[in-house]
């Protein structure tokens, strides 16, 4: 993580405090990545929706190499679309959805950018530094401090996880960057 500039973790969580505020979810809610997209006015959409994608090709992103990717952004004049890949769980959906999202959310400069489906721009590349930001809002989104802070004391990890849609590995690497034990330690 030492691509984060300083003070960045902190701007996540003010930024991820906004957008739950804006949803009107509780610290202990779930952020549903779709309802983010809608907040953002991003489209998000499954590949075989795509029209202009071949059924082959859609076959082959949904089955024959499902596992190989997540989710991919398109960017067609203004508007921006998120394809997301819906052979994986809901955790795993959640995930990548939302750090599609926080791409966006931090207009990311992509590296590399793939001419795609009727000349809308298939971004695939971020360099180091933007997929590590991505990757630490994304995080902070769907666990935030406020979380961690409301769910840590009463509930095993694998709970609290299901409660907030994520996976157990994701609540858990949370929890143990964010120094919500310190704090709670000194509670007592
Ligand atoms: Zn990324």
Redesign the pocket.
Known sequence: MSELRRGFKAWCERAAAGYRRDLGLRPEDALNPLRLAGLLSVLVITPEVLTGLSASAAQHLCVTDADSWSAVTLIEGSKQLVILNPSHSTARKNSDLA??LS?IILEHKPTQVFLGLNDALLIRE?DRT??AE??CLSSVMLVPRDALLALVPINDDEIAAQQLGVSTQLFRMRRNVSGVERQLARRW
């Open positions: 750090h599609e791409h971020f933007q997929e991505a990757e």
